[in-house]
């Protein structure tokens, strides 16, 4: 079979898909890579009141996040200390006083310390300081809950606000648009047949929007040439077409743009991977928050939020043309990623794809996939 | 994450849960532990007349079990000799004269021997004697049938008979619920998502019996304790409370009590484990029998009898409030088990899991393993 | 347990059965069995126009065969050289000008070729002559599609027609069947769980046929006596009862006969084995066409075609009765193989399963397997 030359230096070398099938790669991905950075798991806005939790799939690891008496969160392994059992088994619930393992009813408070077993003196006696849920390391920043698995954990700052920095320009920028006080009015969860990186490399760039986004090129011509919007300069932004009135399925008008922003920013869209599990759409008047959860090597579920200022939402307007755009989009792409994953179980083939300059800065997953596994 | 001080004896450590999860610790779980024991694979009274057989997984092996027509039973396993298939696909059935594996017709006497092929002379000739069934012994006691694919069997009574002799102090007293005319009036299998240690550990102890068994604490007002019956002296019952007219899910009163029964055994449950794959729960009217048969290291399909007189059976009284209350603390069990199956898939989790004073027989299931495997 | 005295030449035994449950015996296969050899992947007449193509599972890789403009057939690996997204997803279709792969629009000439790329210049550029699909070496011969993922592929005639040739006796006797113009009247995809040995080893001998196969013996009463026509002199076909009218499930007349045969071939049947993946059938007036795929060491994908002369079929005959004779067979020989799956997921029994000499030449798969293995 034909050897590819890469004398040209426009075609670069996409990484083996041996990485794309292995479970013992995803193994080492998750533990590595996933469980040592900053994972979103949610919004804020899901438990405003002490008691409430989202619990969430950490690099595998089942995690409690929950809304503490003063306000702030915390994390911990759903797991009891006495002998194992998941405590809480929703997505999404509350316990104002304590969580409570139903299988022997040892109570937990809400900072995770051993509050009550039955017969508790002669049972556990005085470790009952030692016997606390195992606590993880929590932030609520942009309005957003993150988890990391790592006991000494990066700066968040650094981590996560550095890369919507880097891509913004300025911290400024991002306060424009008031993420902290947005809240979800869609959900949608996506089951993907797609190893992660397919997904990832796929959100990274354009040069596939004129092929299977009809109506994302409607809304920003400039997709038309196959140059995503976060492979050019720092701030930039995509502008909405002429002929559309915001960013929505047809071209109609959306909901009312965010106060704060400056008028380029009414009219562009700005797509932000954050490193390793979500991806940020800024638009005029919402923001589309993905994340997602690497379930096995050939399959990651995607969970997509649509955020909204809460003023917009009061008087029940129709974020259906809203919600349908990135909604399509969405359903584009994961069918696109699951024909590669198809093509990435061969085991005849050179595997010796290429990426076009346009692609060329989809090398940075694998950068810092590569970095985070040899530190492994 | 904080450590567990177990400086404190009345804190005995859970073992490592990776055992709970591994496709080879089962396996050598089922190649040491249970192809070595005595297993519990059915009521001979399912199997009255010659050539009425049962079909039984044990530790894998599809095993069949034949009544005789001298009325012994054999064992063997379920596998033609001359190409291997399985001969007998239905739990449960009747071969009056022979079996016949239905691909090529070789047919097997009562007792497994090869009675006839088609082309006989030609194609098997005088090695007709070696080609019968690969046998397994089998033997019939306490109206069970149990099974063992040791080719030299531990003895049978030292090792059944001498674990419920051991919990209830003396044959006697086995003998007043005379096992063997008993007959199933109700039968459930539950099809459970966890590791069949999990199931062991939750009937040993009854730890969890006033947080998930509402309706047996009411019967049992002893349970609210949280000691297990079998953890106390040997010979003990858990008594019936005094507002409850028998062992029904709402005090009702049962069915005639068994005649040979003393006074106190007239008003007490007795709960056995009879290791490796079976519980015995003994009532004034009735028996509860479970046998269980690992199918994967987070399934297990558990098996469950209701053993009534015949004579009580006889005019068709109504069983329904007997059987919901073992049928609801069944379920009520297999849900927290399933929830400890949930945690132990935790790679990060401490495990420092703990034992309390009520739970420490725990350890006799995997002292007993540990015994079995380290022999393996 | 009783080991199998063989000193009995009667007797061979059967190979291990753990190469019928082992993932990585599978694997070996395919790399040095199946992808290796000549495979059957459909019929000529199912793409009669240049860009008609379909898509096949060869030893695990998609595979496209496709129609070129000057009558030829070509075939390549069915995975775009961009990203790796798989192209063609449909079992049948047809792309008259090119092959587009749906992600970036790559597009592909029939010959595999790349035809264009958006940005052909800027994001390809020279290379374009390296970057069409990979080839794979295709033949169309006896009206069939065969392609062997071997980059020098063993001698056609010599492989494939060399073993209609040694059956049949000489080459006229298959050019009388006329295969290349008979067309599928109809097709039936079976998925059977078990390995496809078992189905070479059920399809090889007769043995079986008296125990279930009543409709089959019923037509060809030679197949009661248990030796399989192919394991029988050079040539020899198996002759129509004398009370049937032609090969149907119930001896009504069928359609009319080919009209080359001599006058013991329309009387007759004839089967063949054609390593690695397919069965011929040869009747008086159809021929019945096999392939298998392995999909899993327990289970197998089988397509069947009937195949009749077209003008047979021109005046819409009813092929009911002449379908269901096989589909009959079929089903039983699958439920059979099934059984024996079961049988050898045992890991206690002795596998000492013996061959009788009726099956004696089942050993011949088994030997080009070996020799194929040892060559891996």
Redesign the interface.
């Known amino acids: ?5 890469h004398s ?1 230096p ?2 670069l070398a ?1 990484p083996d ?1 041996s990485g794309y099938t292995d479970p013992d790669v995803l193994d080492r991905e998750l ?1 590595a890579f996933f ?1 040592r950075r900053w994972m979103l798991v949610g919004r804020g806005a899901e438990i405003p009141t002490p008691g409430d939790f989202v619990t969430a799939d950490v690099a ?3 995690v409690i996040v929950i809304r503490q008496t003063d306000g702030s969160v915390r994390a911990m ?11 809480l ?1 929703e997505q999404r619930g509350s316990c104002p006083r304590m969580m409570r393992c ?4 040892w109570s937990y408070g809400l900072d995770g310390g051993l509050l009550g ?3 508790m003196r ?6 009952q300081e ?3 849920l ?2 993880v390391c929590a932030v609520e920043a942009h309005g957003c809950l993150w988890v990391t ?1 790592q ?1 000494d954990p990066d700066d968040f700052d650094a981590s996560v606000t550095g890369q919507l920095r880097e891509r913004l320009g300025d911290d400024a920028a991002l306060g424009r648009w008031e993420l902290e006080r947005l809240v979800s009015g869609h959900q949608i969860r996506y089951d993907v047949a797609a190893n992660w990186k397919l997904i990832v ?1 796929n959100f990274m760039e354009c ?2 929007c ?3 986004h009809p109506e994302l090129v409607a809304a920003i011509p400039e997709f038309r ?2 140059v995503a919007s976060q492979a050019l300069q720092v701030g930039h932004g995509s502008a909405l077409s002429d002929e559309a009135a915001g960013f929505t399925v047809d071209g109609r008008a959306g909901l009312p743009t965010l106060p704060e922003l400056t008028e380029t920013e009414q009219r562009a869209y700005y797509a932000i991977t954050l490193f390793p599990n979500s991806f940020v759409n800024l638009f005029d008047d919402h923001v589309v928050l993905h994340r997602f959860v690497p379930l096995a090597p050939g399959r990651t579920e995607v969970v997509c939020d649509w955020l909204f200022a809460p003023e917009a939402l009061s008087d029940g307007p129709d974020i259906g043309p809203t919600v349908e755009l990135f909604d399509r989009v969405n359903r584009q792409d994961f069918e ?1 990623c699951e ?2 994953q ?13 990426l ?3 692609e060329h800065h989809l090398r940075r997953l694998h950068d810092e996939l590569a970095a985070a596994l040899a530190g492994d």
Chains 1, 2, 3 share one sequence.
Not at 102 to 105: D, F, K, L, N, T
């Open positions: 079979m034909t050897a590819l030359s040209d426009r075609l996409c898909r533990r469980a595998g690891e089942s392994l759903n797991i009891c200390r006495h002998r194992g059992a998941r405590i088994l139903p299988y022997h009813s077993a039955p017969n002669d049972s556990v006696g005085p470790e030692h016997l606390g195992q606590q698995l006991g490399e040069y596939h004129s092929s299977i040439g196959g696109a024909r590669c198809l093509g990435a179980q061969s085991r005849v083939y050179a595997h010796d794809n290429v076009v300059p346009a």
